[in-house]
């Protein structure tokens, strides 16, 4: 069965912070660019592989892409100015309980 995550930023304010479900295998982070207290913070918790969107919600822009460190790709991506939003999902490698 599929799961569907929404994403709701009251007043269009962005802050960093993680979705996980227990019977899940992935977390998702959804980081401000301009937070990098998060960055710092949870550098070792983003350095594995992971998918990962970079979003401008103002001018409905897209960019994804893996990687094998996310922090460190992120850091790369500073360079590209259009985004405003990461979100990075990760594997927490705790298998799936499939339930009938």
């Not at 912070?17 to 982070?29: A, F, G, K």
């Not at 992120?74 to 990760?90: G, P, Q, S, Y």
């Amino acid at each position: 069965m599929a799961k569907v995550f929404q994403i709701f930023v009251p007043d269009n304010t962005l802050v960093s912070r993680i979705i996980s479900c227990e019977t899940q295998v992935t977390e998702l982070y959804v980081i401000d660019r301009g937070d990098k207290k998060f960055f710092a913070d949870y550098a070792s918790e983003l350095n594995k592989p992971a998918l990962y969107i970079l979003v401008n919600r103002d001018r409905k822009q897209l960019y994804v892409g893996e990687t094998d460190d996310s922090v460190k790709r992120l850091r790369n991506h500073e360079a590209k100015d259009f985004w405003t939003e990461a979100i990075v999902f990760h594997s927490t490698g705790i298998p799936c309980q499939l339930q009938r």
